[in-house]
């Protein structure tokens, strides 16, 4: 098994069969296996080693005899021996490392060059550094050549970025100005509606007077009638005409059967007479007939009992998402009525009496105060949009579009991405969304947060947090891992935790200068 | 993936509380109901001109009446091997089922050389043994020199023709204090006392408990119906060879240490094990069901889990951050979510589209996989499992013969009948690497996971009905708790049929029975990342390894939920003194691979696990042993110190072997924590963390910070470590060892190391290299222990010995100190890595 991996591990490099066993070492300056060329005068054959922690000196035969002789491991770059030592791979043709010491002898291939195994006859470690070099540095190339094209592009959309934000804020200072105007008109508006109105109300008083009168008689006229028609109905009801409505003489009549079982019980009818057995005209009038009334203008037709209203379906809740809706139990139906189909009392339909006519001269107040009053209402409109339009540009100035606005072209636009089950979707500032190839139902998994990269450069990294929540689980968020490229595109999304799901994408306004190589390898002391 | 999170969520977990609706308790089930509050009645005597001797079979048969005359029995007393005895007791013409497949081969039985007549009694005597039947009322009392050690008490014998196949029966230990065993419950070491009006008692009926509670006598996963009675002169225990559900009470207390067993259905087949100390007990079971073989060396190291990675790419980002972090990994794990559709033996065609070449990229850097396979198998005309399992009629069935369907993972499934060897053969034979495709060597190990077996359905437990009915008419409640061992029966077939018989299988089971040990290493299941569940996990698996079944782990860092920084230090470092060393989390948990945390929390989980590698010769040795004298890995302390009655209820300490102490820190936030040192004055222990020396006996408060967790070597011991730094087992494997010898009083210390292939069944054919280590002073014996063994191959290396030298003795609870000098050359200025000796006797090494 080991020498497939192994075969496979190297054969995947396109190497050649050459083996190359490291010795000493594989440069000119001759230097104990393990150490760099930096460090090499440091152990000079002439002389006694003097471990670099200066704890002890000894013989330079000790050097590499794979025995631990200074505590801080200097005295064994080359092997094993030393718990924290430090072996270094020359790795000529391609970039030198330092390895822990616990990597030598381990039976895994670290350096390119092989170094780093030599006394396992179970393996042995060809060269390839060569190959790797030239790999890495094709790759290197290929990655400048991207940051190049990438830059370019960058500097395109980092240009319309920043004059976008410059007409922003040229438009936010003509903003400033109308809504200054129109704060004047506004002013000036309610003045005169004020002042309009003013006139308007003392004209109206004496219709106002006018007009309660009436309401007055035709209450009255009302009740006259409501007593009228009571008096006609007890006459009716009181069939054996001894003045009094008994409980016998309701029995007899179908409207007050409440339940609908086909009879008017005892208690039905006691209800109708508000709880009497009997009731002379003038409690009729008060007490029972608006018991009574109701059934009577249902059974004619004249009136139905309210039908208990549908619970509209409340629209699609952004807490609970799809998984709610297949998981959750069907509403409970409403509380049915406790059998009996009782209508409510029907409002007094007190039909507002028709406005009386105004007189010329009102009717001129009254037209005049309306127009200004509409006059008002556009100046009050006209700021509030201005305000609307002005918080829109703030909320744009206040977004972090990168240091040279190159993100800010993204904003508005929208990037799909497909897996074999999902289309996600990354409208960058906005929001991340999920929606299942065989369903409609979108996900949202996140809403724009925050730049969470680390502190050397925020901007490799967006979060869109406070998405839908997860069935008994927390609200989706989304990463972002804003990489360089010369497209915008969305490469790839996973979901390593549940319901944390990691977006990659490519632009070219995360091209920046990769900070090249430091080569500290040579100077680690 | 999503999808499956929304189905079955309801069935995962939520809550921090098992269901009591679907778990139920002994009020909720008949025959426990029923028995539970019988009184004892004088219903049984024995038929004296029944009985019958057969002095060459070891067997004493007799009748036994019913007062009643309705329930009269038979029973079968036998002489094993070792002075244990079996018991079976059962109707005249009982049609109950008698269980096969959990004792390991054949039974010893001796003859029955010397019994004695009395009137109204017959008495087996032995070298070590009396065995009494009293006639009336009836008991059989086994006694040894140091007097009555276990009664089986007859008047709470209950057979009764109104509770179908129920039954129940009495056991007293009268030697003994305290009651142990019965795995496996999330309870401390010792058993509780349980009664009517109080705790329920003990269940054993495998279920898939979610969320399970602490401190709870409900079932879990497994079930092992081993019960300890312990006391400061002897331990005696009981085995119960029934795999039906069973319901214990236990009472522990002087003179009135006994427990009362009811059981569903099956036969009351009991065997007696009459210790005299807790090790020969465990060895008298252990010598009944078997030991585990040893495990490939890799399976002793660190394995990384979780459920899921979610792709091959996820999944090798994480091998190779282990590998830039410097962290030791052997194993890489993955969940039910890397098949197609929770079709066993298939992969997921998109998220892992190239698994041979994902298992070539593990291998590049020395890690194996282990890859989840169910029992359930989903009904989908077309999949080859399905299809063919169908056509032969592999399936467990429903009671009206039709296959038995239910959900589980894949959806609608039906479940393999592993009581039929025909299926257990079918299901193993997909293991090779034909029938699984795209699958190498590298997929060294197998999981099997949900073999309760689980079913999603909460009206009956979660599991399959006590009437559906297996191969042979068997019916499911008779057999139910050994469904689990005879899945990883047919996965260990499956496994040594696909590389021939040359690797020992690696194979993870989450129910298990008694026998268990043959073929899998068990965990805890689905345990929470709270402390609480960090402390039953030493419990758990101490009690476990009592059961036979050593190799024994719990999920570091805890399954559900997500664990403070501190508590997954704490985690890490005691996980790494339990057999089995794996961290795995729920899909709802955040990700938790060490190299996720800040430099300080990296660098103590590190450290937890490197000290884990440096350990791995002790663990290896260990199993060896176990292979050899069936002793537990992991012991309590009462195990090790069995007179010493203040160890009785220890359960967060336990002892690698003899010679290493470890006390998990189960607490938050504490600077110091209490520590018995067990072994009175003579014992000393010696910090592996700081120069500090204790004595026993008592507790001690310990200093403790974030850094480790107290870890002692026991005077005298020698411990073989491999301190070389690496990242895997395979990579260590060409490196010399350090001995760490803690000198006693007389300058001495002694040890055990053993070395073999690390992979294959040789080492029962003795290619090994097995040697007693003697530390004198400055000179070093090496023994070969077994003269026949062959060594050739397997040099005993030496890189460097530690010598721990105490220099002011502990007093008064006040710690010793003690000095440390390496030698890493002899007298002759040789290195003694540069000694590869041939042991064919006895070499003494002086070093310098």
């Known amino acids: 098994m080991e020498l497939f991996a192994r075969n496979f591990k190297f054969s995947s490099l396109f190497l050649s069969s050459s083996v190359i066993l490291s010795v000493i070492c594989t440069s000119e300056v001759p230097r104990p296996r393990g150490v760099s060329l930096s ?62 010491s616990s990597r030598v002898n381990d039976g895994v291939c670290d350096c390119c060059d092989g170094s780093d195994e030599y006394a396992r006859n179970t393996i042995t470690c060809p060269n390839i550094c060569m190959q790797l070099g030239r790999h890495a540095r094709e790759e290197a190339q290929r990655m400048a050549e991207l940051v190049k094209a ?11 970025g920043m004059q976008l934000k410059e007409e922003k804020k040229e438009k936010l200072v003509v903003l400033e100005k109308n809504k200054e105007e129109a704060e004047r008109v506004k002013q000036e508006k309610q003045q005169i509606k004020d002042e309009l109105e003013a006139a308007e109300n003392k004209a109206l008083e004496i219709y106002r007077k006018m007009e309660d009168e009436e309401k007055k008689r035709k209450a009255e006229a009302e009740a006259a009638k409501n007593r009228e028609e009571a008096t006609e109905t007890f006459v009716k009801f009181d069939s054996n005409q001894d003045g009094f409505v008994e409980i016998s003489e309701l029995q007899t009549r179908q409207t007050f059967d409440k339940d609908k079982n086909g009879e008017v019980s005892v208690e039905e009818a006691r209800y109708f007479l508000n709880n009497e057995d009997a009731v002379e005209l003038e409690k009729f009038v008060t007490d029972a007939w608006p018991n009574i009334k109701p059934y009577l203008m249902m059974d004619a037709g004249l009136f139905k009992p309210p039908v208990p209203q549908e619970e509209s379906p409340s629209e699609a809740d952004d807490l609970q998402g799809d998984e709610a809706d297949e998981e959750e139990a069907p509403q409970d139906e ?192 | 993936m999503l999808r499956f999170c929304l189905v079955f969520a309801t069935l995962l977990s939520f809550g921090q509380f098992a269901d009591h609706d679907t778990f139920k308790d002994c009020a909720r089930v008949n025959f426990c109901t029923t028995l539970r509050t019988r009184t004892p009645e004088n219903k049984y005597s024995v038929d004296s001109d029944s009985v019958v001797i057969d002095p060459d079979g070891g067997q004493l048969k007799f009748d036994l009446l019913d007062t009643n005359g309705s329930d009269n029995l038979q029973v079968i007393i036998t002489r094993l091997e070792g002075d244990n005895f079996r018991v079976q007791i059962q109707e005249p013409d009982s049609d109950r089922y008698q269980l096969q497949d959990v004792l390991d081969g054949e039974l010893n039985v001796l003859p029955n050389d010397k019994i004695v007549i009395d009137p109204d009694s017959y008495t ?7 065995v009494t039947i009293q006639f009336s009322p009836f008991s059989i009392e086994f006694t040894t020199n140091q007097g009555p050690q276990l009664v089986l008490d007859g008047t709470r014998l209950i057979f009764d023709k109104n509770l179908d196949k129920a039954f129940a029966f009495g056991v007293t230990f009268p030697q003994a204090y305290q009651l142990y065993g019965i795995h496996e419950h999330a309870d401390g070491l010792a058993l509780q006392t349980t009664q009517v009006g109080g705790t329920d008692p003990y269940r054993l009926r495998n279920l898939d408990v979610s969320g399970y509670e602490l401190n709870s006598p409900m079932s879990l996963y497994g079930s092992i119906p081993v019960l300890y009675g312990h006391g400061s002169e002897a331990t005696t225990g009981i085995f119960l060879h029934n795999a039906a559900e069973q319901w214990m009470e236990i009472t522990n207390g002087e003179d009135n240490t006994q427990a009362y067993v009811m059981v569903e259905s099956g036969a009351l087949d009991v065997f007696v094990l009459l210790g005299p100390t807790p090790a020969e007990a465990v060895r008298q079971y252990v010598g009944l069901t078997g030991t585990a073989h040893l495990p490939q060396l890799w399976a002793l190291g660190y394995h990384q889990s979780r459920w899921n990675y979610v792709s091959q790419d996820d999944l090798k980002d994480v091998v190779a951050n282990f590998t830039t972090y410097d962290f030791p990994l052997d194993v890489i794990w993955l969940d039910i979510d890397y098949t197609d559709g929770k079709k066993y033996f298939t992969w997921d065609p998109n998220a892992f589209s190239d698994p041979v070449e994902m298992q070539q990229n593990i291998s590049a850097s020395n890690k194996r996989l282990v890859t989840i396979i169910d029992p ?28 038995f369907e239910g959900d589980c993972w894949p959806g609608l ?191 103590v989980i590190r450290n937890a696990i490197q000290l884990r590698y440096k350990h791995l010769p002790v663990w290896y040795t260990r199993f060896y042993e176990h292979t050899r004298n069936r002793d537990p890995i992991i012991r309590p302390l009462f195990y090790q110190y069995p007179s010493n009655v203040d160890v009785y209820n220890i359960g967060d300490h336990l002892l690698l072997g003899d010679d290493i102490l470890v006390r998990a820190v189960t607490e938050s936030g504490v600077e110091s924590v209490q520590v018995y040192f067990p072994g009175g004055t003579d014992e000393h222990w010696i910090s592996i963390s700081s120069s500090d020396v204790y004595e026993g006996s008592g507790f001690i408060d310990v200093p403790v910070d974030i850094q480790g967790i107290p870890v002692y070597y026991r005077k005298g011991s020698v411990i073989v470590r491999k301190d070389t730094l690496r990242l895997s087992s395979d990579e260590m494997v060409g490196d010399g060892h350090t001995l760490h010898a803690n000198l006693d009083a007389d300058n001495k210390a002694s040890g055990t190391v053993y070395l073999d292939d690390n992979t294959s069944f040789n080492y029962v054919n003795k290619e090994y290299n097995y040697l007693k280590i003697d530390v004198d002073g400055t000179d070093v014996t090496l023994t070969k222990i077994d003269d026949d063994a062959n060594s050739d191959g397997f040099d005993f290396v030496i890189d460097d010995v530690v010598v721990n030298k105490i220099i002011k003795k502990p007093q008064n609870g006040i710690p010793g100190k003690y000095e440390t000098k390496i030698y890493k050359k002899t007298v002759d200025g040789q290195l003694l890595k540069n000694l590869k000796f041939k042991f064919n006797d006895i070499v003494t090494i002086k070093l310098a």
């Open chain 2, 413 to 603: 499934s039906s479940y393999m009948d592993f009581l039929n060897p025909d299926a257990r053969d079918y299901y193993s034979s997909f293991y090779s690497y034909d029938n699984f495709p795209s699958t190498t060597p590298v997929l060294a190990g197998i999981w099997n996971d949900m073999n309760e077996p689980s079913v999603f359905d909460n009206s009956i437990e979660k599991t399959l009905p006590g009437d559906a009915v297996h191969h042979g008419g068997v019916a499911h409640r008779d057999i139910h708790n050994i469904y689990g061992l005879l899945h990883t029966k047919s996965t260990h077939q499956g496994l040594i049929n696909r590389d021939n018989n040359t690797k020992r299988p690696f194979i993870l089971t989450r129910s298990h029975f008694a026998g268990t040990q043959r073929y899998s290493a068990i965990w805890t299941g689905d345990n929470q990342a709270e402390w609480g569940h960090l402390s039953v996990s030493y419990s758990e698996c101490l009690d476990a390894n009592l059961l036979g079944i050593v190799f024994c782990g719990a999920d570091v860092g805890g399954f559900s939920n997500n664990p403070s920084e501190e508590l997954l230090q704490r985690w890490y470092q005691a996980g790494a003194w339990l057999p089995f060393y794996r961290a795995h989390s729920d899909s709802s948990s955040q990700r938790r691979e060490p190299f996720l945390f800040n430099e300080d929390v990296q660098a």
């Open chain 2, 124 to 130: 087996i005597v032995t070298d070590g043994a009396n």
């Open chain 1, 150 to 160: 990438g830059k370019h592009l960058k500097a395109e959309l980092s240009q319309r």
């Open chain 1, 334 to 525: 409403e509380e049915p009525d406790e059998g009996e189909d009782e209508p409510e009392q029907p409002e007094e339909a007190v039909e507002e009496p028709a406005p009386l006519p105004y007189d010329d001269e009102t009717q001129k107040l009254v037209d005049r105060a309306t127009f200004a009053r509409n006059e008002f209402a556009d100046a009050e409109r006209a700021v509030r949009d201005i305000e609307a339009e002005i918080n829109n540009i703030q909320d744009y100035l206040e977004k972090d579009f990168g240091p040279e606005e190159e993100f800010a072209s993204l904003q508005g636009e929208c990037f799909d991405y497909s897996d074999h089950e999902y289309i996600y979707k990354l409208c960058p500032f906005e929001k991340t969304t999920q929606l299942p190839k065989s369903g409609s139902m979108e996900t949202r998994l996140g809403s724009w947060g925050r730049w969470d990269g680390p502190e050397d450069n925020k901007y490799e990294s967006m979060l869109y947090d406070k998405g839908q929540s997860c069935w008994n689980g927390p609200q989706r968020s989304s990463k972002v891992k804003v990489v360089c490229g010369v497209t915008n595109e969305v490469t790839s999304v996973t979901e390593p935790n549940r319901c944390e799901y990691l977006f990659e994408f490519v632009t070219p306004a995360a091209c920046r200068e990769i900070a090249s190589d430091v080569d500290d390898l040579h100077d680690e002391l």
């Open chain 2, 376 to 403: 359930h198998i989903k009904v989908e005309q077309g999949y080859n499992v399905y299809d063919g399992a169908l056509e032969q009629d592999l399936f467990v069935k429903r009671a009206d013969g039709s296959n």
């Open chain 1, 39 to 100: 460090r090499a005068s440091l152990y000079n054959p002439e002389r006694n080693f003097l471990c670099f922690d200066n704890s002890k000196t000894i013989p330079f035969v000790q050097v590499n005899d794979d025995y631990c002789d200074c505590p801080d491991g200097s005295d064994e770059p080359g092997t094993s021996a030393c718990p924290h030592g430090i072996f270094h791979c020359t790795n000529a043709g391609h970039k030198p490392m330092n390895l822990a």
